[in-house]
């Protein structure tokens, strides 16, 4: 079989094992409803809003149901990854996932559509990490409370809303200085505007190429670096499913390797979804914690799907709209470097809601 | 090097679609859907008179599911396996109380029409149980108002605003009165979409689910008291 057969064959796989994943999952959530559980009362939000909301609350109470009878039944576990998987994709579309953050950094930043997938990927494996860690460590190891528990995710809040406000603030500052750059490149001299722009960080960066002696430059240059490897004059690299071949491991890293990137999967991969715990220390308390696990990064992989499909998006629509501002230099550079600027201003705005509160972030339990 | 499209290759429907895609982005990104409920609650409630007919205060039942229940009681040891007696969940249920402070113990009053804020001390008489069959906690507590109320109308409204937590009643026994004057009489109104049977099948819920949203209902449950 030739390379090419192989990723055919694989192409048409992954869709029917997506179908079939859905399937059993959309029959086991037929199953009953547990104790004390019922089907929610949808809020008054309507459209697209209350119909995910609605979709979530009926695939949690069926990943309940799926836990309750896997103590019993051992095939209901097929059952459990399917409806984790949905709920993964629903749930993503809800608060607290950061997909705003990722898609924003995106835009921001010259990137690929295959490095937004791997990042929408290792953020929401990083989620799930820390949904075990705290569960892990917390519940099993020390037997602590759910109180505890809570407190432990609000620091980690804090931070994480830290972490993006401050990928925002330095993101704007470079990206803010590459705009006013550009701008006044376009009214001084406009043909040398490109240049000024193109080359502004260099000489503090190297493009990516050295290796920077500590973090702090690491993180200047990790969205900085990104300019050095402007493909300006190429086609941009936009449509997934016209490309017959897989993203190569060296082709996702990207320029610049791993390490770019990795703030901001970290800063929205820390915060663990308050249901993932739930349903962990519930999957503890039926003496099922293996298949909890699995089922919290099933879910990861959901949240995934959904975030790498918003990224996409993204990326997308900004390599179109690059495409047709044109030239690197005059007004489509400006209006780019305005793009990235407002996005990176973007990022600053939501860690700044989410740390202050005035955005929708999950509450975690009563106690 | 590929040649560029120069910018009068710009055509208008270009544009629509940057600017589509962009709208398609900011909506999925800023229309944080609200959090959907992790946690039920089946209530009861019950409305507390002085000799004088006034009414001190409201005592809450809730029971708790059994995942949010095992989550809850996470940590906790029973001396009998699986068993927790009242004693040794009663740390628990002074934590609760006093995380419920911040929630304004999702118990919001109207006397006499008009909404009256702040209106209950600190809880009184809280304890939980637990049910070993059911897996199920139960908070009990008291809110005494700060100032007993004699009304002619009492609304009592029990939800939770970011509908983290999803309060439903009790089917028998949603609400009771407790030494009220004869003419005093509740009715209790639960918020819609609660007659699922759980024979129901995924398709079926959704149908029924999506019927509902868009009509302006809300998820509270109201407890009108009257005592004309």
Sequence with gaps: ?367 | MKATPAMHDLRPRHWIKILLSLLAWISVTTVTAQAHPHVWATIQTELLFAPDGAVTGVRHIWTFDDMYSAFATTGFKAKVKGQFTRQELQPLAQVNVESLKDFAFFTFARIDGKTKRDAFNNPVDYWLDYDAKSKQLTLHFTLPFKNPVAVKQLLIEVYDPEFFVDFGPDEKDPVKLIGAPPQCTVTAEKPPDQNFTSSQSLSQMFTNAEANIGMGMNFSNKILLKCP
């Design chain 1, 1 to 367: 079989m030739t390379r090419t057969h192989k990723h055919r064959l694989r192409q048409a796989l992954l869709p029917a094992v997506v179908i079939a994943i859905m399937l059993v999952g959309a029959h086991s959530a037929s199953a009953q409803f547990g104790a004390g559980m019922r089907p929610s009362a949808v809020s008054g939000i309507g459209g697209v809003a209350g119909w995910l909301l609605a979709k979530q609350a009926a695939f949690y109470t069926a990943l309940a149901a799926m836990l309750r009878s896997a103590k019993v039944d051992g095939s209901a576990l097929w059952g459990l990854m399917g409806i984790s998987f949905l709920y993964g994709i629903f749930h993503a579309a809800g608060p607290g996932h950061g997909k705003a953050v990722i898609s924003s950094y995106l835009l921001a930043n010259e990137e690929t559509w295959r490095r937004g997938i791997a990042l929408s990927f290792a953020s929401a494996m990083m989620q799930s990490l820390t949904a075990v860690a705290i569960v892990g460590i917390a519940a099993v190891l020390l037997g602590a409370t759910a109180k505890i528990m809570g407190d432990t995710v609000r620091i980690i809040e804090i931070v994480s809303y830290g972490l993006i406000v401050a990928l925002g603030a330095r993101l704007l500052w470079v990206k803010g200085r590459g705009f006013v750059s550009a701008l006044h490149a376009l009214k001084a001299e406009p043909a040398s505007a490109g240049a000024a722009a193109g080359n502004h960080y260099d000489a503090v960066c190297q493009c990516g190429h050295g290796h920077p002696p500590d973090l702090a430059v690491a993180f200047a240059c990790e969205s900085a670096g990104s300019h050095c490897h402007v493909h300006e004059l190429e086609e941009p690299d936009v449509l997934p499913w016209g490309h017959a071949h897989g993203p190569e491991p060296q082709e996702l890293a990207g320029p610049g390797g791993w390490r770019r990137g990795l703030s901001a999967v970290v800063a929205v991969g820390l915060r663990p979804c308050s249901g993932a715990i739930i349903v962990l220390v519930f999957a503890l308390a039926q003496g099922l914690l293996w298949a909890g696990i699995a089922s919290t990064f099933v879910m990861g992989f959901g949240t995934a799907v959904t975030v790498a499909a918003i990224a996409t998006l993204a990326v997308g629509t900004k390599a179109l709209a690059k495409r047709l501002a044109g030239r690197p230099l005059g007004y489509g550079s400006v209006l780019m470097r305005g793009v990235e600027a407002g996005a990176a201003a973007l990022i600053l705005a939501f860690g700044v809601l989410l740390l202050t509160g005035y955005m929708a972030s999950e509450r975690m339990g009563l106690f």
